[in-house]
């Protein structure tokens, strides 16, 4: 691993693009489109009020056009120019933002750093040499069909703010990826009125479109067995945020920003978080914004994560929850993706009761990684699936696994 992390000032874009409190949404959503960016510091004076997002203004689609943007912002994290790289992914994540200010000694916005400019210089840093992206990857989601209408992404807009959706055709073969910025084409036409009505006419048609008339195509795509790096790489020549893995033309996973920023996250030692901390990432949970429902899911897996920790030392967990049906919110498939100091362990679980399956998926994990502590032993092998850490593995049993849990779609 390295020992010197870029700073926020060796990644960030100085002078970034800023609003008014009192500009009007139709100026953010110009600016967004012509810039291909997602997120706009908000100034009052020279200090940051918050941020407006484009997924923010996604959500509330029907308000009008001259909506100021402040009554839409998203607080942020506030970075330094001095925050290391593996601090700034953390907030990112945490936040679930694409972008952050960075603010000067004076409080003064000084520039702005993305996932973007952090997964740019992600292969220079040597963070997982020897992983594959089939080890990062998160399940390719929802698939949608390119005949279908556009009305279905509305219901899952949590998963497109996390990365684009695949689109298949007939056959399930892959075809082209829908986003949060395609949809926003047909979501936010040029309007000449200025009328409201007229604008609720036109969002209300939107609904109508299909997919494969707004998808971008073809899809940016890598191989099974391409390395993170690798990943990193076409991402970056692409400009965009995610890739998917293909095999035989069909999605198996796709690597979006936030899996490899998690990479660093789980294999770096941040400022302030204990040696024992787990870095934990859900994506795509319904009713995210109760706290009762986090205070139970950090209950959960902090119970299984210190059982976990008698076997290989956890360094980041990441649960992808896809809901099954549209009647109860806890009818959904977990998917969990373990990364330890002995390799990358999954497991998955579907089904109504949600906290049931979330507790199986830690049984599991906990079985998976004694087995591979077993098979290193004299007497036996080397796990297939777990790459084996260099030198001695010295575990504490009781292990703090306090979790620092960064859901997506929070309200």
């Given amino acids: 691993m390295p020992v010197d992390w870029p700073v926020a000032r060796d990644l960030m874009t100085p002078q970034p693009i800023t609003l008014a409190p009192d500009a009007p949404l139709s100026r953010a959503i110009g600016l967004m489109r012509s810039r291909r960016i997602h997120e706009i510091p908000v100034l009052r004076g020279s200090r940051v009020a918050g941020m407006i997002t484009f997924e923010s203004i996604a959500r509330r689609s029907n308000l009008p056009f001259s909506t100021k943007v402040e ?3 998203v607080l942020p994290p506030l970075l330094t120019p001095t925050t290391p790289y593996p601090e700034i992914a953390e907030q990112l994540l945490a936040a679930g933002l ?6 000067g000694k004076r409080g003064e916005l000084v520039g702005v750093v993305s996932r973007t400019d952090l997964v ?7 963070i997982a040499p020897r992983a594959r992206v089939e080890e990062v990857a998160s399940p390719p989601g929802v698939l949608v069909r390119e005949n279908e209408t556009c009305g279905r992404l509305f219901a899952q807009i949590r998963l497109l703010e996390e990365h684009p959706l695949p689109v298949v055709d007939r056959k399930g073969r892959l075809v082209g990826a829908v986003g949060v910025a395609d949809l926003g084409r047909v979501l936010w036409r040029p309007i000449t009125s200025g009328k409201r009505d007229a604008q609720r006419k036109d969002r209300t048609n939107a609904y109508s479109v ?3 008339t707004i998808m971008h195509s073809p899809p940016v795509t890598v191989d ?3 390395s993170p790096d690798d990943a990193a790489r076409r991402m970056t020549h692409e400009r965009v945020s995610s890739v998917f893995v293909v095999e035989d033309g069909r999605p198996t996973g796709v690597v979006a920003q936030g899996d490899l920023l998690g990479l660093a996250v789980g294999q770096a030692t941040v400022p302030g978080r204990a040696v024992g901390d787990v870095y934990v990432q859900v994506h795509g949970l ?3 914004g109760s706290p009762e429902i986090l205070s139970e899911i950090d209950r959960v897996l902090a119970r299984g994560l ?8 956890p360094l980041l967990l990441t649960l992808n929850v896809t809901p099954q049906g549209t009647h109860r919110s806890d009818d959904a498939q977990v998917q969990a993706r373990l990364n330890t100091d002995r390799g990358s362990f ?5 089904g109504w009761n949600f906290f049931a399956g979330i507790a199986d998926l830690m049984d599991e994990l906990e079985v998976q990684t004694r087995r591979a502590r077993e098979l290193r032993s004299p007497r036996g092998r080397t796990s297939r699936r777990a790459v084996p850490a260099e030198g001695d593995l010295s575990v504490d049993p009781e292990l703090d696994a306090r979790i620092r849990t960064a859901t997506r779609g929070r309200e």
């Fill in 346 to 350: 999954y497991a998955s679980r579907s």
């Fill in 286 to 288: 319904r009713g995210s």
């Fill in 98 to 103: 694409r972008a952050a200010p960075v603010m």
């Fill in 210 to 212: 299909e997919v494969g």
């Fill in 306 to 313: 210190r059982r976990i920790s008698r076997h290989a030392r």
């Fill in 120 to 126: 740019r210089v992600f292969p220079d840093l040597g």
């Fill in 71 to 73: 009554h839409l912002l």
């Fill in 224 to 226: 099974a067995g391409t």
